[in-house]
């Protein structure tokens, strides 16, 4: 069972509903198995129109800004999404008492504008996408995930999660596993299935900067924080520093992430541990953030999304560290501070940028 919930983009990593599968309440025990047997559903899906991701574009009728919120009404059928059509672009949302529907409209917005505004990106796939978003899906189902054409919420069990609509960088996540999947399509197993939820992490930390209009050091660096319930102790489900996201967690137990390649997963679950590694490029992508200073959207966030554009389906942590210094010098010059700080981050997570370089240089000419 739990083989068929990895590939698909879901918000909640495999270990934590492995951890949820031996909790002492039964109910807590039958939720998750529910959550997995959802996900596990649309993995057909995912892996279909991934492969094939012109035909899963739902074009704008205006080939701009176009959200369409679906409110599935607790029903947990792949099969039948994305449900009733319950808010358009440009409808009154002061009308919408449903919480789940206006936050699933207004953050997608947010998404698509930062998009825009920053990168200069029309959509998920650049060219007006529209952004699919069914709520209540299931009953108190607890995650959030990217089937490879829209977004798909439940609505949390309401002790351990809230509902996933409830925090930006839950839907930003979700919504660059699109953008992903129509640049470089990382495959999603071992490192580049780790990059893929990497660069999914760290967009969705720029979107939600930028929305607060924060700093660096303002930032808390967290992912997840706003859907955490009453139940756990956890206050987030994984962080950019260099602490642990939780330690002993009755329910959830330790944060597994590394932050150095030294201390790599290297088992097969979660795909080779997608979910997991990602917390190496995720402190990379924080030191240079760090480092640089100011607002995160304007100098490591460029280098980052050109990165992600110019990977390809392979691409492995070397890869992307020789990208990232390249696109570096190209953006900000060769030696400069931005250069230096992106070569000091990786080396500080215990990758070489210039080991990778010829490697990177090979590999997408031959891609």
Not at 136 to 157: C, L
Not at 237 to 258: I, S, V, Y
Not at 325 to 350: I, P
């Amino acid at each position: 069972m739990h083989t068929c919930h990895n590939p698909l983009h879901c918000f909640l990593p495999p270990h934590v509903l492995d951890r949820l599968l031996n909790a002492d309440d039964p109910e807590i025990r039958d939720l998750t198995v529910e959550a997995i047997k959802h996900s596990a559903a649309a993995r057909t899906m995912r892996f279909t129109l991934s492969t094939m991701s012109i035909m899963a574009a739902i074009p704008s009728p205006a080939g701009t800004k176009n959200r369409l919120v679906y409110d599935m009404e607790n029903i947990g059928l792949m099969q039948l999404l994305p449900g009733k059509l319950v808010l358009s672009e440009g409808d009154d949302i002061s009308s919408i008492t449903d919480e789940a529907v206006k936050e699933a409209y207004n953050y997608s917005g947010i998404v698509y504008d930062f998009y825009q505004e920053v990168f200069q990106r029309n959509s998920l796939d650049d060219r007006g996408m529209s952004l699919i978003s069914s709520v209540h899906f299931g009953r108190r189902y607890n995650n959030a995930f990217w089937d490879g054409e829209q977004m798909v919420y439940g609505d949390g069990d309401g002790s351990i999660f809230l509902r996933f609509t409830k925090a930006l960088d839950v839907v930003a996540h979700e919504l660059t596993h699109g953008v992903v999947q129509f640049t470089s399509n990382l495959e999603y197993r071992d490192e580049p299935g780790a990059l893929n939820e990497h660069f999914a992490d760290a967009m969705s930390a720029l979107v939600k900067q930028k929305h607060l209009n924060q700093d660096v050091h303002n930032a808390d660096w967290l992912m997840g924080d706003g859907i955490m319930g009453p139940g756990v102790q956890a206050k987030c489900l994984r962080t950019f520093k260099a602490e642990k996201a939780f330690q002993n967690d009755p329910l959830l137990g330790t944060d597994p992430q590394p932050k150095h390649i030294r201390e790599k997963y290297i088992g097969s679950k979660d795909n080779g541990g997608v979910h997991i590694n990602s917390g190496i490029p995720n402190h990379a992508f924080y030191l240079v953030a760090m480092e640089l200073g100011g607002q995160s959207w304007q100098r490591v966030g460029p280098i980052w999304y050109q990165t992600l554009k110019a990977l390809s389906r392979n691409s492995n942590f070397q890869d992307a560290a020789a990208m990232t210094y390249q696109v570096a010098g190209t953006l900000f010059g060769n030696n400069s501070t931005e250069q230096k700080a992106v070569k000091k981050a990786w080396d500080a997570v215990g990758i070489s940028v210039e080991a990778g370089m010829g490697r990177e240089l090979l590999h997408l000419a031959t891609a």
